[in-house]
């Protein structure tokens, strides 16, 4: 039996690349975490650089556990970092999405 075939996929475009991600390793939820506590302390470069080593993470993360290469290289020629932050957003809400509709159902068929 092959796992993680069975998840919701979402497709996203950066420029002329389209990537179809449905595994969202749990490291990324760990940089994610990383990432959200810098949120509240104030902005400088150093935060800037910090930020954007881990979305990188994240993106080679998302980007291997899904079957295709992770180009630093392109891929900063392409995105800025709210770019990538945007990528890994819609990659971990496709499963939030998708667990409300799980729980909706459960709650249609109680009653």
């Known amino acids: 039996m092959k796992i993680g075939i069975n998840r919701s996929k979402i497709d996203l ?3 002329d690349k ?3 991600i449905g595994i969202v390793p749990i490291h990324v939820n760990y940089l994610i975490a990383k990432h959200d506590e810098q949120e509240s302390e104030t902005f ?3 935060k ?4 954007l080593a881990l979305m990188k993470e994240c993106m080679k993360d998302l980007l ?4 295709y290469e992770y180009d630093e290289s392109w891929l900063e020629r392409k995105l800025d970092l709210v770019g990538m932050q945007e990528f890994v957003v819609a990659c971990l809400a496709k ?6 509709k799980k ?3 459960i709650k249609a068929s109680e009653k």
């Open 13 to 15: 475009e950066i420029a």
């Open 18 to 20: 389209t990537f179809t």
């Open 44 to 46: 400088d470069q150093e």
């Open 48 to 51: 800037h650089d910090t930020q």
């Open 64 to 67: 291997e556990a899904n079957g």
């Open 95 to 100: 499963d939030i999405k998708l667990e409300a």
């Open 103 to 105: 729980k909706a159902a």
